[in-house]
Structures are given as C-alpha cells and as structure tokens.
T-cell receptor, first 116, second 109 residues
Framework: GAVVSQHPSWVICKSGTSVKIECRSL??????MFWYRQFPKQSLMLMAT?????????EQGVEKDKFLINHASLTLSTLTVTSAHPEDSSFYIC????????????FGPGTRLTVL | RKEVEQDPGPFNVPEGATVAFNCTYS??????FFWYRQDCRKEPKLLMS???SGNEDGRFTAQLNRASQYISLLIRDSKLSDSATYLC??????????FGTGTRLQVFP
C-alpha cells in the first residue's frame, strides 16, 4: 500500500513552453502533498506544500506564479512549470502523507525535466 | 550553515566492511530524524527512523545524540546492493522534511 505515482517520468521541452507534472496517490487519500526539486549532486529542496482544496504554501525563493500547484482532489496534485527555461531543468519529486498513521511521506518516482 | 550537513563521500568500501555515516543538524527544535536511501535517478526511500535510544534493523544501526545534534548510521557486513546515496533527514514540525545532501556509498567486490 501507500503508492504514489508521477507522470510523466521524464520530459524534454523547448524553452518558453509550460510543462505539467501529475502526482497521484494510488491507494490512499493524501491529506497533504509536497513538491521537491533536486539538482544534480544536491539535496532535495522543498518547493511547496499543498492541501486539497486550498492554496499551496511555497517555500522562500520559489516563485508561485512560475510553479503553479493545483491540488484538486485527495488523490491528485499537479505542478505546472510555466515558461520553462534551461535553469528549470531538474528532477521534480512529489510526496504525500495520509497513507500511514505515522505521517510518513511516501515519494513518487520523480519526473526528470530537461528544458532545451 | 546548512540545516542538515553530511559528508558527501564517496565512501568506497569492500564487501563485508563496516561503514559509518555522520550527520549534524542545526535546529535544536528538530523533532524526528530519519535515514533515507536514494539510488541514482530514483526517488528517496525510507531506510529507518532514528530514535534517541538508538535502534537497529538487521545490519543497520542508527543513533541520535540530541545534545550534540548529531545522527549516525552504521552499516555492517556491507553488500554490493548497499551502494547508494544515504540521506539524513530531519523533521522540524509535523510537515516539513529537511534533507541533507547525502553521502554516497560504493561497495566493491
């Protein structure tokens, strides 16, 4: 149990386009979902926290107008990278809580974004 | 100063060796502590939680020293499959996880 999926697993796009990444909790209702970004050889950095039906809370330095988060249901959150640029190329990982009694975060497999 | 600091390694050890990783955290209000394992180009996976009394799971032993704000992970009898990056993770409130940059382990035959 407690499986989180992400789609797509990888994407290559041109500079200036927008990319949507989906995060789904497959067998539990996610009370909270988190979006992280990881650059090569660096740690996972939390970008934002979202709860179903409410606005996401963004970490300092993360542009909310560039990284749009929608958490429309208890099993789906989306991250849209708007007007992507090469510096947005990274590994984007979501996680979700609600799948266990211990508030454990279950991670999706990640999405590798490459902006040309 | 980073919130969670780890030696990036890499640690190159032969099969069967014992290896220890250390981690320090800066926020004394930190409440929960974990070790995650991350394979190349994959998501992190929870290896074990870390408790003040120390805890063991098979070949893995984790220790926490709150006074020194220090966490350790000991791996005994290393296997080739243990090769990965080990992430020290700290939870300050009930939601946020703070990740270290990880320590890379390479076990060779």
């Amino acid at each position: 149990g407690a499986v989180v999926s992400q789609h797509p697993s990888w994407v290559i796009c041109k500079s200036g386009t927008s990319v949507k990444i989906e995060c789904r909790s497959l067998d539990f209702q996610a009370t909270t979902m988190f979006w992280y970004r990881q650059f090569p050889k660096q740690s996972l950095m939390l970008m934002a926290t979202s709860n179903e039906g409410s606005k996401a809370t963004y970490e300092q330095g993360v542009e909310k107008d560039k990284f749009l988060i929608n958490h429309a249901s208890l099993t789906l959150s989306t991250l849209t990278v708007t007007s992507a640029h090469p510096e947005d190329s990274s590994f984007y990982i979501c996680s979700a809580t609600g799948g266990s009694a211990y508030n454990e975060q279950f991670f999706g497999p990640g999405t590798r974004l490459t902006v040309l | 100063r980073k919130e969670v600091e780890q030696d990036p390694g890499p640690f190159n050890v032969p099969e069967g060796a014992t290896v220890a990783f250390n981690c320090t955290y800066s926020n004394s209000a930190s409440q929960s502590f974990f070790w995650y394992r991350q394979d190349c180009r994959k998501e992190p996976k929870l290896l074990m939680s870390v408790y003040s009394s120390g805890n063991e799971d098979g070949r893995f032993t984790a220790q926490l020293n709150r006074a020194s704000q220090y966490i350790s992970l000991l791996i005994r009898d290393s296997k080739l499959s243990d090769s990965a990056t080990y992430l020290c993770v700290v939870n300050v409130n009930t939601d946020k996880l703070i990740f270290g940059t990880g320590t890379r382990l390479q076990v060779f035959p």
